[in-house]
């Protein structure tokens, strides 16, 4: 697998390794009802360092992961994006990746209609079907999240229906997912603007 670069750059926005000094706006962002509404719940600030040490894990077993946001003209966190292998016991779609590779962000409320998200994950998908060579990459949401699955079309990215997520239980108001997907080649081909 090619390592990661230390941090890539778009327009505005660099995506770059997290750092210890990040800790206490990722814990503000992923404790804030806005942002984490279409997720499972709100974090605690220990919950929140874990999933940090999550994502360094994996950037540093893998070469990628999630990246910190952060604009070019002013210090502070913006939120996060990238990819990640998707390790769930059981994965409920067929995938040509073994395991799959998915996109994702989360940005500050301060941030949000900015065309931010968008930027970082055309970043991160030109990363993840350049350099890693993936033959896919995926992503999911609650149907609720109209934002996010509009993101996800605005990046050419093909509705192919939806699956309960295994890691909620029975009966969890999130449970259901839609999926997008994007195969590598359709990107190469252009559909990809």
Known sequence: MTSSPASLRGPRLQLRPWRDD???????????????????????????DAFLDRLQAHVAAHGFGFWALQLHDRPGLVGLCGLARINWAEIPWDSPGDPPVEIGWRLNPAFHRLGLAEEAAR??????????????IVAFTVPDNIRSWGLMER??????????HPRLPQGHPKR?????????QDWIDGRMP
């Open 155 to 164: 990046l050419t990215m093909r509705r192919a229906g939806g699956f309960e």
């Open 22 to 48: 990040d800790r206490e706006a990722f814990a503000a962002m992923n404790a804030d009802p806005i942002v984490m509404r279409y997720f499972a719940a709100p974090l605690s600030r220990a919950e929140s």
């Open 176 to 184: 259901h997912q839609v999926l997008y997907r994007l195969r590598r």
């Open 123 to 136: 970043i991160a998908l030109a990363h993840g079907f350049g350099p890693l060579n993936f033959p896919e």
